[in-house]
């Protein structure tokens, strides 16, 4: 228990190194969000896995943390995305592992608890075919894999969106089901954008004690 505490007050010190950021940002979103906790717990060196490559732009972010001592590994099921991913961490001068496989087998491609920083952007590909999108299922068989990947003190960065063309249904499973992570080893916590309309992205942060 007593590991359990200092790894809690040492994960809400870390928390304060960004709070002001976040909280003075007038421009705040699911993005600047997630960057500024994730900014808070990676370091050169580091390992790093983005689940959902999407365009790239995590991609570069993470690696930019992470330095070139340290490791990204970048996943996406869609060939646009990979090629967009590569592009431009070609065009930045960074380097990822780029993987054109589902991120459910992350596991793969790293060791138990050794990876600092997990983000996902759950829906379908900006500017790509919305027909192609994540679902629950695999959604929640990636996070498990994740979890265990994540090194203690480590953090994941879960951005649900949903609506339009994905509709409600992985957010609502998804939400009921990180209810239920065990409290002994993880914090999860909701960010609500509370007055913005339309189905305004749903940050989900993951902390591991």
């Not at 200092?6 to 960004?18: P, S």
């Not at 990180?178 to 509370?194: A, I, S």
């Amino acid at each position: 228990m007593h590991t359990l505490a200092y790894a809690a007050r040492t994960q809400q010190n870390r928390n304060l190194e960004f709070r002001s950021e976040i909280c003075y940002n007038s421009a705040m979103n699911a993005l600047t969000l997630v960057h500024s906790i994730i900014s808070s717990t990676v370091k050169k060196g580091d390992t790093c896995i983005d689940a959902t490559a999407g365009r790239g732009y995590d991609t570069a972010f993470l690696c930019g943390l992470v330095g070139e001592s340290g490791r990204v590994v970048a996943f996406d099921i869609q060939q646009d995305a990979i090629d967009s991913t590569n592009k431009l961490l070609a065009e930045r001068g960074l380097k990822a592992e780029v993987v054109h496989r589902s991120h459910e087998f992350m596991a793969e491609y790293a060791e138990s608890e050794s990876v600092s920083a997990i983000v996902f952007n759950l829906g379908y590909l900006p500017g790509g075919d919305h027909t192609i999108f994540t679902h629950a299922d695999s959604s929640i068989r990636a996070i498990t894999a994740g979890l265990e990947l994540l090194r203690h003190g480590g953090i994941m960065c879960v951005s649900i969106y949903h609506g339009g063309a994905t509709g409600y249904e992985e957010r609502d499973a998804l939400l009921e089901w990180l209810k239920e992570l065990d409290t002994e080893k993880y914090q999860v916590l909701v960010v609500r954008f509370h007055n913005w309309k339309k189905d305004p992205p749903i940050p989900v942060i993951i902390m591991k004690f």
